[in-house]
């Protein structure tokens, strides 16, 4: 297929195969690892886990304040491609800027690793935002799961690349595994750059023929957060869940992004991490699909406890875990239910959203989503920083899986009227 040839559907799905490397190779791999070990190393493992974890949180704060204004923006004048050139300039730029930050400059990395999450995140808010304008009702979720599975196989790809330098240096003419690090966060810039152009290109976006200025549409979309709130609050099932979500989801997504960080914190030599990582990527895709007809056995919701339950396993296997083989099965674990759990998510969501509403409730869905790593990272990095043991640490995300457990089976249990 050429460039030019792209359908919108395509070019919109090729930016998931483009930022999804940011969240493999930088969010889920290399940062964590080259901060504790590169940037950080004269910091107690303690302290530059507690640090990792703010910035993370930060983050997540951040976009939770600017989504009204951004979403705001994005409907009303039409921005949204132009939202998401511009987050995603300023993501790739920081990703950048990191390939230049020198050993022991860690306040430096932190902040550029908060600034293009930051970025990351909110691109991704304008980019669900696109989805109506490529694809026509039927064929949204089959445009959406080829994003998703774009972005699975994107970021494997690149990732695994990356990983190639990092063991094999010498077969690329770099000096050493630090340098091929260093110049994996240029090269995850400049694929997020390239990979974003088509949809630049390709997918157009119908505004409003007179858009009101831009302060009137800040405030309306502000007022729209307030009106989308007075429905939830209508719709019990459908809150109960959203709250459910963003526990469980956080502590997914604190798993994701702490799991490196805390391998290297009990001893465990990077090397094995990172093929570890990879693991997950490669599991992930097949065992996805694979969740989705283990669903339609035993129903979306008890399949959503199943990968709840195998977390709790996950977390207590990681608190005693001390080999490499054993992080090994910790991603196999991880692999077989990280997509599955997200995908049903979706999925029972669908389900408890009143007609006529489905865009409204889906926003503060994907809103909770990109949200997520919100509690979950501050609470390990504070529990390691009290306690002094990252065993302990690791505990922290429990109460996420069992609060959001608990909720998900208010829900159903409103869902039958129970």
Request: glycine share 12%; charged share 10%.
């Amino acid at each position: 297929m050429t460039h030019r040839s792209l359908s919108p559907a395509t070019a919109w799905a090729l930016y998931d195969w483009a930022n999804s490397a940011f969240a493999t190779v930088v969010m889920a791999g290399f940062f964590p690892l080259f901060f504790k070990q590169y940037w950080a190393a004269g910091l107690p493992a303690e302290e530059s886990t507690f640090w990792l974890g703010l910035a993370t949180t930060l983050a997540s704060v951040a976009l939770i304040l600017m989504a009204p204004v951004i979403g705001g923006l994005a409907d009303a004048m039409g921005w949204r491609k132009r939202i998401l050139l511009h987050f995603s300039l300023l993501g790739i730029g920081a990703t950048i800027l990191l390939w230049r930050i020198p050993q022991g400059e860690w306040v430096w990395a932190l902040g550029l690793y908060g600034l293009a999450s930051l970025a990351f995140m909110a691109s991704n808010i304008a980019y669900d935002a696109l989805l109506p304008a490529v694809a026509r009702p039927e064929q949204l979720a089959s445009v959406s799961s080829r994003g998703f599975a774009l972005g699975y196989l994107g970021g494997g790809v690149m990732f695994a690349f990356c990983v190639g330098m990092t063991l094999w240096p010498d077969g690329f003419g770099l000096a050493d595994a630090a340098e091929a690090v260093s110049l994996s966060f240029l090269l995850t810039g400049l694929w997020w750059l390239l990979f974003s152009l088509p949809l630049m290109r390709h997918v157009r976006e119908d505004g409003p023929a007179t858009p009101p200025p831009w302060r009137q549409a800040v405030r309306g979309g502000m007022g729209q957060w307030r009106a989308s709130l007075r429905h939830m609050r209508a719709e019990p099932r459908a809150l109960t869940f959203l709250l459910a979500y963003w526990l469980y989801i956080d502590g997914v997504d604190t798993i994701i992004r702490m799991a490196v960080d805390y391998g290297l914190s009990i001893g465990l030599p990077s090397d094995g991490l990172i093929i570890a990582l990879l693991i997950v990527q490669f599991v992930g895709f097949p065992a996805t699909v694979l969740y989705g007809r283990m669903a339609e056995r035993i129903g979306i919701a008890r399949s959503i406890f199943a990968g709840l339950a195998v977390y709790v396993l996950i977390v207590f296997w990681a608190a005693q875990m001390d080999s490499t083989l054993e992080f090994y099965v910790l991603a196999v674990g991880v692999g077989l239910v990280q997509g599955g759990v997200q995908a049903m998510s979706r999925a029972y969501f669908a389900q408890l959203i009143p007609a006529g509403r489905e865009a409204e409730f889906f926003a503060f869905y994907n809103m909770l989503g990109k949200f997520a790593a919100l509690f979950g990272p501050i609470l390990v990095g504070g529990l390691t920083l009290v306690s002094g043991d990252h065993r302990i640490g690791m505990l922290a995300v429990l109460p996420l899986f069992a609060g959001g457990a608990w909720l998900l089976w208010r829900a159903e249990t409103r869902r039958h009227g129970k």
